[in-house]
């Protein structure tokens, strides 16, 4: 069974669409977290804004596109420079980040990681007439990406490590740890950063550490980033199937061979199972 990790930069407006699908293990660049002077570089001249401008018309898809969008563009474009200036303005008066950055995110480029082994479903609702034209957009590179890449054999015990690179692999052998769970450990927190770097752009795996044990140390833990991090584990795998009676007294058989047994990753145990189980934890997420 393929697992496939995927970095996405998308517009931050349609992050609610993205969260929906409930077999992605997800996390993203978080607003409590950026510092309000790196979300403005950021967004620079290079504010999001819609791929389409559809006129308006009766339920969720817009209608045929603006004769003349000159107007609305404008309008976008200097409400972003107005979401700019007030974050500028709330930060001086020495506003947390948390709330200040919030005004900026419908003009935002976002960044998450996705880690699944169900993909399916995702393109055929996003890669549709019927989805919103930036979750589209999203969908179609998403599968060109996942088509274009090579997936890499593992055994089991072995971990596919997000945001570990060939650089990091020479951590294992070195005295900066002795542990054998290091590099599982420094790929969860970058995860949960969404990056190979710290929020101040360096790369620290004595930051990434600290930052993994601050995580399932928090009351309650964060697990999440935890999900990416996972090995090859065949027993995964629901069997048999659910016997019910519909709501029109129909009786239904539900087959569970495509579902997993444990969290949402087919034929492979994350290191949030592991971590939970050593704990006396009992999601099992």
């Known amino acids: 069974m393929r697992l496939t990790t995927m970095e996405i930069r998308f517009h931050r407006f349609i992050l609610p669409q993205?969260?929906?699908h409930r077999v992605f293990s997800r996390n993203s660049s978080s607003s409590r977290a950026i510092p309000v002077s790196r979300q403005l570089a950021n967004l620079g001249d290079q504010r999001a804004a819609?791929?389409?401008?559809?006129?308006?018309?009766?339920?969720?898809?817009?209608?045929?596109?603006l004769e003349d969008p000159t107007e609305a563009?404008?309008?976008?474009?200097?409400?972003?420079?107005?979401?700019?200036?007030?974050?500028?303005?709330?930060?001086a008066t020495g506003l947390h980040k948390s709330v200040t950055n919030r005004v900026l995110e419908p003009f935002m480029w976002h960044t998450s990681v996705v880690t699944s082994t169900a993909w399916g479903n995702f393109f055929l609702q996003r890669d549709s007439e019927l989805a919103q034209p930036e979750v589209r957009a999203l969908a179609q590179a998403m599968a060109v990406a996942l088509a274009g890449s090579t997936p890499r054999q593992l055994r089991a015990g072995e971990w596919h490590l997000p945001y570990v690179s060939e650089r990091d692999a020479g951590l294992a052998d070195s005295p900066f740890d002795d542990q054998p769970d290091l590099l599982p450990r420094i790929s969860a927190a970058r995860c949960a950063r969404t990056s190979y770097l710290t929020h101040d752009g360096r790369s620290d795996p004595s930051?990434?550490?600290?930052?993994?044990?601050?995580?399932?140390?928090?009351?309650?833990p964060h697990w999440s980033p935890l999900e990416h991090v996972a090995?090859?584990?065949?027993?995964?795998r629901a069997q048999g199937e659910l016997r019910f009676t519909d709501r029109?007294?129909?009786?239904?058989?539900?087959?569970?061979?495509?579902l997993p047994r444990v969290g949402n990753l087919?034929?492979?145990?994350?290191?949030?199972?592991?971590?939970?189980?050593?704990?006396g934890a009992r999601t099992f997420t």
């Open 18 to 20: 993205l969260n929906s």
């Open 50 to 65: 819609p791929l389409s401008w559809p006129a308006e018309k009766r339920g969720m898809q817009g209608g045929l596109a």
């Open 73 to 91: 563009q404008a309008i976008w474009h200097d409400l972003g420079k107005v979401a700019t200036e007030a974050a500028e303005a709330l930060q």
């Open 207 to 220: 930051a990434d550490l600290k930052l993994f044990d601050k995580l399932i140390s928090a009351d309650p």
């Open 231 to 236: 090995t090859p584990w065949p027993e995964n």
């Open 248 to 258: 029109h007294g129909a009786r239904q058989e539900l087959p569970l061979t495509h």
């Open 266 to 279: 087919l034929g492979w145990r994350s290191l949030r199972t592991e971590v939970e189980a050593a704990q």
